[in-house]
């Protein structure tokens, strides 16, 4: 059964930090690439950064440049979203989400809240 599993999110202080895991089943995790996405109440789902088959973050959405970090563990099919330097703005539902043939995959998500 394929499957994507966030964890990690919470109530963060702006300025503060989270890190967002993605475990992923029933698929060659390391053969694809992972995909962070979020939406905030009331907007659209936008895409936060995309991480290569290798690691490497993509595609950061302008609003986390600099401040968000995106890597993976293939030997563990695990993704990571380091977030840094967190805004209210910052506050939404963080998806994972993986293409494969002729499917597409999201996770549930998990709630990230920043708030003094």
């Known amino acids: 059964q394929v499957q994507l599993v966030e964890s990690g999110g919470g109530l963060e202080e702006p300025g503060g930090s989270l890190r967002l895991s993605c475990a992923a089943s029933?698929?060659?995790?390391?053969?694809?690439?992972i995909h962070w996405y979020r939406q905030a109440p009331g907007k659209e789902r936008e895409l936060v950064v995309t991480?290569?088959?290798?690691?490497?973050?993509?595609n950061y959405a302008d609003s986390v440049w600099g401040r968000f970090a995106a890597s993976r563990d293939n030997a563990k099919s695990t993704a990571y979203l380091r977030m840094n330097s967190l805004k209210s703005e910052d506050t939404a539902v963080y998806y994972c989400?993986?293409?494969?043939?002729?499917?597409?995959?999201w996770g549930l998500g998990t709630q990230v809240t920043v708030s003094s």
């Open positions: 991480v290569t088959t290798i690691g490497r973050g993509i």
């Open positions: 029933g698929f060659p995790f390391s053969n694809y690439a």
């Open positions: 989400n993986v293409e494969l043939p002729g499917r597409n995959v």
